[in-house]
């Protein structure tokens, strides 16, 4: 059955974390977000994964977007965890809350689970997913990663700038963009309406099909 998945909306959960009890919709506000969970605390990779994230902060903080994460130990356990993130990765303090979910109620909703991996005790664990979701609450991208690979930030932070600058302009960004790179301008604008939204200009590649559907411009 699928769950949570991108267009969808995020559900306003409410769960204890290390910052007390929270209201997902009360912490996000009209921010952005991320909210990513891993298998569990104590473990290597997850250990590297937090505090990447946590030395990211100001990266996202520039963006306007709130870290939610999220595994299934219980938040006495996240604080003696945390010491060990900042302790691995100095200089990083771990200011987002991570939420509690003991009972595996919030990783189902939220469609974390890891088909693969289960805890000493065979109940199911988070994956590395990763949900970014816009002001609107809606889902714009989902990663899921399994539990032997840890998640990149530099393209988590990329694929943010991505979505951020297709939410402000009608554009697209092509494979392997970088910010500073040309975006392409989206197929819904048509050439008229793109010399008007793109004053700067817009360079149309000569394809075989002479289709002048893939348009360069800098923004
Ligand atoms: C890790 O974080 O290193 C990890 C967690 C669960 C399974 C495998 C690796």
């Known amino acids: 059955m699928p769950g949570l998945t991108i267009g969808e909306t995020l559900p306003n959960l409410e769960a204890d974390s290390t910052h007390g009890r929270i209201k997902l919709y009360d912490y996000i506000g009209d921010s952005w977000a991320i909210v990513f969970s891993h298998p569990g605390d104590f473990t290597p990779v997850c250990t590297t994964e937090l505090g990447k994230i946590a030395a990211y902060a100001n ?14 130990d219980d938040v006495q356990s996240h604080k003696e965890w945390i010491k060990d993130i900042e302790a691995y990765t100095p200089g990083c303090k771990v200011t987002y809350p991570i939420l509690a979910d003991p009972n595996r109620e919030l990783i189902k909703q ?6 693969d991996e289960k805890d000493p005790s065979g109940k199911e664990v ?5 949900h970014l979701v816009g002001p609107d609450k809606k889902i714009k991208l989902s990663f899921l990663y399994p539990a032997s690979t ?3 930030m530099d393209e988590v932070v990329r694929v943010l700038d991505s ?19 040309p975006v392409v301008i989206s197929p819904s604008v048509s050439n008229e309406q793109a010399k008007q939204m793109f004053p700067q200009g817009y ?10 559907y893939l348009r360069f411009t800098n923004i």
Do not use: H, I
Not at 59 to 72: D, I, N, Q, T, W
Not at 110 to 115: G, S, T
Not at 126 to 130: C, E, G, K, Q, Y
């Open 59 to 72: 990266e996202f903080a520039k963006r306007g977007v709130k870290l939610v994460g999220l595994s299934c």
């Open 110 to 115: 939220l469609n974390m689970v890891d088909p």
């Open 126 to 130: 988070p994956s590395r997913a990763l």
């Open 150 to 152: 840890g998640r990149n």
């Open 163 to 181: 979505l951020q600058k297709a939410a402000k302009y009608k554009v697209a960004t092509p494979a392997n963009w970088k910010p500073g790179d």
């Open 203 to 212: 360079k149309t590649a000569d394809l075989p099909s002479k289709k002048d």
